[in-house]
């Protein structure tokens, strides 16, 4: 499945022709949302636990202006170190390759790509959305255009807690996708199991889930599914010790004057030293929980394709 633009590793390639499962994972959170070694560590116990539950990983990046579908250990320690890897969202991904760039894909384009190649699930941390103070800014992640545009479900620890998340349901609402809770009919936000909103629907097996996205996709509704599945307890942080610390960490980015592509990094990387370093565990722990449930639904998905 080698193209001008496109290059499928063989055995990535391999399971999408056998309909065998497979489960897409972004590079942005190696190359931009946690230091090294942790971020490269993380990824690699992320393919494995992929592996465990059946399912083959395919990580997603450009690498010298082409989208790589399937890093090998190699490459994953390239985004890891790499000082010159661009966070690339749709937007980015024509000029990107036209350059011949290096580049770690976030949610929005990990989804458009793994769209091209055949890929129907993705596995992230949590997805981005409607920023506070959307009002004046304007600020909505690309995210939530590519959940309305491609036909990915999202397996994710909710949306990320710096956001405004009852918007940026609303804009999910609003543009046909379906917010799914697994085994819970509360919205996580990422640290924390409860964002204080509800979910559209909750199911308690992912055969039912595999079934909601095959029907999805036969009927021809254009666009994703976000698959909310919380953080697991005994990695939940404090939900008010998460408030303040994103209060301070807003504030920075406010008297910094960060915004745009940098402001979801700047937030997470604050966020963790005002947590001495909690925040990150709970990153890596709810990551893994994702690949785990992800896998699964995978496996499901790909038993109805036979």
Do not use: W
Not at 48 to 53: A, L
Not at 234 to 247: Q, R, V
Not at 286 to 302: D, P, T, Y
Request: overall charge negative.
């Amino acid at each position: 499945m080698t193209t001008e633009y496109l290059s499928v590793h063989p055995e990535v390639e391999k399971a999408i022709s056998n309909g065998d499962p497979v489960v897409a994972l972004e590079s942005t959170i190696i190359a931009h949302g946690m230091p090294y070694p942790q971020n490269v560590e993380t990824a690699k116990r992320v393919q494995g636990i992929v592996r465990s539950e059946g399912a083959v990983p395919a990580t997603i990046a450009i690498l010298n202006g082409k989208m790589v579908v399937g890093l090998d250990e190699q490459e994953l320690e390239l985004v890891g170190k790499g000082s010159d890897f661009l966070k690339v969202s749709r937007r980015d991904i024509p000029l990107v390759l036209a350059k011949k760039f290096n580049g770690a894909t976030t949610v929005a384009s990990t989804m458009f790509i793994a769209a091209k190649a055949g890929i129907h699930i993705f596995v992230t941390g949590g997805i981005g959305g409607v920023h506070r103070g959307a009002s004046e800014t304007l600020d909505i992640s690309a995210d939530l255009i590519e959940l309305a545009t491609s036909n990915v479900a999202v397996v994710c620890a909710g949306a990320k807690a710096i956001l405004d998340i009852g918007l940026t349901l609303e804009y999910l609402e609003t543009h046909g996708v379906p917010v799914v809770g697994y085994g819970t009919e509360n919205f996580p936000a990422f640290y924390t199991r409860n964002s204080g909103f509800g979910v559209d629907y909750s199911v308690n097996s992912f055969a039912e889930l595999a079934q909601a996205l095959k029907a999805k996709l036969d009927l021809g509704l254009t666009g994703g599914m976000v698959v909310a599945n919380p953080i697991p307890e005994e990695h939940e942080l404090d939900p008010g010790m998460i408030a303040t610390a994103i209060s301070e960490a807003l504030a920075a980015a406010k008297t910094k004057q960060i915004h745009g592509k940098k402001i979801t990094p700047f937030l997470l990387s604050h966020i963790a030293a005002i947590t001495g370093g909690d925040s990150l565990k709970a990153n890596i722990e709810l990551v893994c929980h994702n690949a785990r449930a992800g896998a699964k639904l995978a496996k499901e998905f790909s038993a109805l394709q036979h």
